[in-house]
């Protein structure tokens, strides 16, 4: 803007309620490819700061690590980009894959530039990109880029922030004045999307999560071009940055996969309700964010939204734990009212454990926990299981190592996590879950059959979500993410270790186990981290 406005604005986010004169400025951010649990393991300080609203004094940040791209079509960069900046899905702007964003009717669905400057006329504003079809999207932005490599648009995008950017014009007729000053940044980063095409797209991939970790130093230059602006004091800034989606292997994954529900949406802002996002967050809900910013609403027609937050605080790793198993030479739990029926066949015990001993199930030797009240998680409790495992072979077939039902017949009630989805070349970790009516396959994430130890846990929020967590001998995080709706009661069989529930399938775990934990409430992604660092560290859950 050419001259200050003094807009009060009142947003109600969950309960909060705060009022603050300034400015107001927005940065978007848009990340190409960018899975959230790479951003829980990998360095990324800047990232780390917006979500935890540290900084800049006086901002908060609210995040998920579960958001998701717009389920109606494939998971492609077009139908997301457009998503984002028009706060629709493609069912309304008719963006479905890419080769479509010239043919959106930006009239009928304006980008959120447009939608804040016919509010604000005098909005400055500027689109800078790397993807050639982003020109198409009708921004109207004061500045549209040309197409150009992401480190020569972090530079443009530190001189428009720092009020060093010169005039300069722009493709479809649109000119940056020497004199401007910028109200609205759209930025788009291509470089995640690209080393995971090219390496794949997973924590256990260098290439990505170094290119991850340099798109983080990106966003610190950006995060200090705004701070070092002369009348920074009296701006109120809204930034928010999200992935268009994720990837699996080397590719984007296909609509609705759980890869789809992996990316991170963060907010900061000083109107912020603090904390982690729950119910339903998507990429395209930052449009929400900006729109609220600047004008006080969004278009009843938008399927973006303010999502509420819950507090993020340091939880007891031991509050609602209602079952830890240390295996130190019994089966017996250190923590828990309740002792599994005595094994189908002797259990033996190995003195190299994770921590201390570790039972050794090897042998086809499952422990049965049969159907104490404690395991009957029916119809609407959450639950969080957590183990270390070990193995120096690939598994045969689909095998179980933990689960309460028939791994033969996968639709019935109850789970299964498998150290194996059929595979002759490794081990893939997998968590399937089901009641009746509704059936979830977790995305397998591949671990080597070296001997060493490795972590997995499973949890299950009826209002949110189930994940599938990995934890490696490096101390990275992997998870995969399912959205789950409508789920029922899970009670069915037996509850085994080492085995389905039938206790007898061929296919059952050959290795070492240690450290079984059991809560009765869905731990968070920071609450998961930190009990399998702790592990890590040679440290039981109850310490």
């Known amino acids: 803007m050419k001259r200050i406005f003094p807009v009060v604005l009142f947003l109600l986010l969950a309960a909060a309620v705060a009022v603050h004169a300034g400015e107001k400025k927005g940065l978007l951010i848009m990340l190409d490819g960018t899975r959230a649990d790479v951003l829980l393991s990998a360095n990324v300080p800047n990232l780390d700061s917006l979500r935890l609203g540290t900084w800049a004094d006086g901002y908060e940040g609210a995040y998920t690590f579960q958001a998701h791209t717009s389920l109606d079509a494939p998971p492609s960069s077009a139908t997301n980009h457009v998503a984002i900046l028009t706060g629709v899905t493609a069912t309304k702007n008719g963006c479905y894959e890419n080769g ?19 509010e604000i006329p005098d909005l400055t504003s500027a689109w800078v990109y790397m993807w050639g079809e982003d020109g198409d999207i009708d921004t109207k ?157 969004y278009p009843d027609y938008f399927d973006a939204k303010i999502n509420p937050t819950v507090p993020v605080k340091e939880l007891p790793c031991k509050e609602n734990l209602i079952a830890y198993f240390p295996f130190e030479g019994d089966v017996n739990p250190a923590l828990g009212d309740f002792a599994g029926k005595d094994g189908i066949l002797p259990h033996a015990f190995i003195t190299d454990g994770k921590i201390g001993k570790a039972l050794s199930m090897r042998d086809n030797n499952p422990l049965c926990f049969g159907k104490p009240a404690a395991l009957q998680f029916g119809k609407d409790r959450d639950f969080t299981f957590a183990f270390w495992f070990r193995t120096d072979e690939i598994q045969k077939g689909s095998a179980a190592m933990l689960g309460n039902k028939d791994w033969d017949d996968c639709f019935q009630p109850g789970i299964i996590v498998t150290a194996n989805v059929i595979s002759d070349e490794g081990n893939k970790l997998e968590f399937n879950l089901g009641d009746s009516v509704h059936h979830h396959d977790l995305n397998p994430l591949d671990y080597i059959p070296d001997g060493q130890w490795n972590f997995a846990a499973i949890t299950a929020d009826r209002d949110g979500d189930a994940l599938l967590y990995l934890g490696m001998p490096d101390g990275k995080l992997a998870f995969i993410t399912e959205r789950l709706e409508d789920f029922g009661d899970i009670n069915n069989m037996d509850w085994y270790l080492g085995q389905d529930g039938t206790g007898v399938n061929k296919a059952h775990f050959v290795g070492d186990m240690d450290e079984l934990m059991i809560w009765d409430r869905a731990l968070t992604n920071e609450e998961v981290y930190q009990i399998f660092h702790k592990g890590l560290d040679g440290k039981s859950v109850l310490k």
């Open 141 to 297: 932005a004061t500045y549209i880029g040309p197409a150009q490599s992401d480190d020569a648009n972090a530079d443009d995008a530190v001189a428009i922030l720092s009020g060093k950017f010169p005039a300069k014009e722009g493709i479809k007729g649109t000119k940056w004045s020497a004199d401007d000053d910028v109200d609205l940044l759209m930025l788009y980063i291509d470089q995640n999307d690209g080393a995971g095409h090219g390496h794949g797209f997973s924590l256990t991939v260098p290439e990505y999560v170094a290119s991850v970790e340099d798109t983080d130093k990106k966003i610190g230059r950006f995060l200090e071009a705004i701070k070092s602006r002369p009348n920074f004091a009296n701006e109120d800034w809204l930034i928010a940055v999200t992935a268009d989606h994720g990837g699996i292997d080397r590719t984007h994954g296909v609509v609705g996969s759980q890869n789809c529900y992996t990316i991170p949406l963060v907010v900061s802002g000083k109107e912020i309700s603090p904390g982690r996002m729950i119910g339903d967050p998507c990429n395209r809900d930052a449009a929400a964010y900006m729109m609220v910013h600047f004008i006080g609403k």
């Open 100 to 118: 479509q964003t010239s043919s959106v009717d930006y009239d009928k669905f304006p980008p959120i530039s447009r939608l804040i400057e016919a």
